[in-house]
């Protein structure tokens, strides 16, 4: 579990309004293809009915974020392969979260043979994940995928406590977002600081649409 400084507490109070019904008009939330406000009838609980191709969202037998204490899962695993260099960044506004993009190849990590590239990370404020029913102030998803498009996300769960480097870093340029796409040079995924403790590995799917099943989920807790 990572620890978020009081002085990136910004950071939470602008994704929770970011993805509060009040952070946008009627009309814009009417763009949007789905979003997280139930009384739009777009909201989490309805995803799986807006498209033909999204029914895995309420059919999905393997559907993620879960509750870590709830299920089985392999916590005895070994270090997590990480390969990871410097590329060229872009932090963007993607209606649904907010993400630090690569365009560059930024490295991989490696789990059971198969090398998965990182593509972006992006934050969840309170977290998607719980464990043992505990919910945490953010959560961060690095999203990785192979050769074959299979997809592996590393998730890291916050709690209070010292500054973070990596948010603080992008802090500033979060908030010119409303200018469009925000330059952050070269960033190396290694710098969103790895958990030392122990990890969980399950069998999930993507958290929003189309809730595509089979992705590998790595979970960093306490």
């Not at 789990?111 to 505990?134: A, F, K, L, M, Q």
């Not at 870093?169 to 979060?174: A, E, M, Q, S, T």
């Amino acid at each position: 579990m990572k620890f978020l400084g009081y002085t990136n507490f910004a950071f939470v109070v602008f994704l929770v309004s970011f993805h509060s019904p009040l952070a946008c008009s009627q009309s814009e939330s009417e763009d949007h293809e789905f979003n997280y406000d139930e009384e739009t009838g777009r909201g989490p609980s309805r995803w799986g009915t807006l498209k033909p191709e999204w029914r895995t969202c309420s059919d999905g037998r393997k559907q993620s974020p879960i509750d870590i204490g709830t299920v089985q899962v392999n916590s005895e695993l070994g270090e997590l392969q990480r390969n990871y260099s410097s590329a060229r960044a872009i932090l963007r506004n993607r209606t649904e979260d907010v993400a630090v993009v690569w365009s560059g190849d930024a490295g991989n990590i490696t789990i059971n043979g198969t090398t998965y590239r990182v593509v972006n990370c992006h934050w969840h404020s309170p977290s998607e994940h719980t464990i043992n029913g505990t919910r945490f102030p953010l959560e961060i998803h690095i999203v990785h995928r192979s050769p074959q498009n299979k997809t592996a996300v590393v998730g890291i769960l916050y709690s209070y406590g010292v500054p973070d480097f990596f948010i603080h870093r992008i802090l500033l340029p979060i908030f010119r977002l409303g200018m469009g796409d925000q330059n952050l040079g070269y960033i190396n995924p290694e710098s969103i600081g790895f958990p030392d403790s122990s990890y969980y590995r399950y069998n999930g799917s993507l958290t929003t649409p189309p809730c595509s099943e089979n992705v590998i989920w790595t979970v960093f807790r306490q």
